[in-house]
């Protein structure tokens, strides 16, 4: 009887090894002010006004994981974003920035829900050394999420969430890995609006390059919208670098791409960082705009958590014959704390 009971007391606490569960809250809160002129130059006049989300896009989530036993594991998260500036969700959706769950084990990850596209984490890449994270970086291409502002070539922005998704990443093979992901369009007929995207990526050391693809279904008239980017980021010690190009085209005769560079020098508590960029968009053979932007920034790491922060952000860009259609600044004072 007793041999009994010790069998069972051993088989409980396996029981509750396999399905031990963590969840973790965390969240951004990303608060300046400042100043931003967006807009034609005729037209485009500053304006003075309190940020959110200029340095680190401000949001709050809670993401967990259970242990399943043999390696497995199932995980979820929830992420949102808002505006810290007056209390207001960000977008439209509960969870508009991220609502999955799924399972982890040694054949990789896959999820299911709203998500970033595969392609996105090679695009996040070659900003990384950045200072400014996307849409406030130094950038020349896509819409930057502002009216009054289309990149050069005025052609969609790839968006770097989709709803309706499956994803997957494999495991790493010697520093080798993949991802893909597929967003349902979930509309009727003829209606199509799926979002495909996959990546390649090489990490090893302070090295980290990769390709990414994605294919956006019917987004405008002109028919499907696709998307190439490489990128490439290197710590070299006593600064970071990164880098990329990024292409969008249209079915039609539409192309745009751009480069940008980026770096991040950290000395002592402070981070500097400047960043730049260039685009050309081509209509068949013949350039019809082109366009160069450029931010700096200063960071004071107050705690590893808590940081103050000075940026500004430029560009430009002009059409074939050379003169001024949209312009872009912007320069604040933040405040940013993670938790």
């Not at 006004?49 to 036993?69: C, P």
């Not at 594991?73 to 920035?97: H, P």
């Not at 595969?118 to 502002?146: H, L, Q």
């Not at 192309?255 to 730049?276: E, H, N, R, W």
Request: hydrophobic residues 40%; proline residues 1%; aromatic residues 12%.
């Amino acid at each position: 009887m007793k041999k009994s009971l010790i069998a069972l007391a051993v088989l409980a606490t396996t029981g509750a090894a396999f399905a031990q569960s963590s969840v973790t809250l965390y969240g951004t809160l990303d608060v300046s002010v400042g100043s931003s002129k967006i807009g034609a130059p005729a037209t485009a006049t500053s304006t003075s006004q309190m940020f959110s989300g200029n340095l680190a896009s401000t949001r709050w989530g809670v993401r967990g994981s259970e242990d399943l036993g043999g390696g497995l594991k199932a995980i979820f998260a929830l992420e949102q974003g808002f505006d810290v500036s007056n209390g207001t969700q960000a977008a439209g959706s509960a969870f508009d920035r991220m609502s999955i769950v799924g399972l982890s084990g040694g054949f990789g990850t896959v999820k299911f829900g709203r998500h970033d596209t595969s392609f996105d984490d090679i695009r996040d890449m070659s900003v990384s050394s950045n200072i400014f994270n996307a849409p406030v970086f130094a950038t020349t291409e896509g819409v930057v999420g502002t009216s009054g502002y289309l990149g050069v070539g005025q052609l969609a922005d790839y968006g770097d969430r989709a709803s309706n998704q499956i994803r997957y990443e494999s495991p790493s093979f010697g520093g080798f890995s993949a991802g893909f992901s597929y967003g349902l369009d979930e509309a009727a007929s003829p209606v199509k609006r799926d979002v495909t995207a996959f990546n390649l990526r090489y990490k090893a050391g302070n090295l980290d390059v990769g390709y990414g693809y994605q294919e956006n279904a019917n987004e405008v008239a002109a028919g499907n919208l696709e998307y190439n980017t490489l990128g490439a980021a290197y710590n070299f010690g006593s600064f970071r670098l990164s880098g990329g190009w990024n292409q969008a085209k249209n079915k039609t005769s539409r192309k745009s791409d751009a480069y940008s560079i980026g770096a991040i020098v950290p000395v002592g508590a402070f981070d500097f960082s400047l960043g730049y960029s260039t685009a050309k968009a081509k209509q068949g053979s013949a350039t019809f705009e082109k366009g160069d932007a450029f931010s700096a920034a200063v960071a004071y790491n107050l705690s590893k958590r808590t940081r103050v922060y000075a940026g500004l952000t430029t560009g430009d860009i002009e059409n074939a014959a050379g003169t001024k259609v949209r312009e872009r600044e912007l320069y604040a004072l933040g405040l940013v704390h993670n938790f």
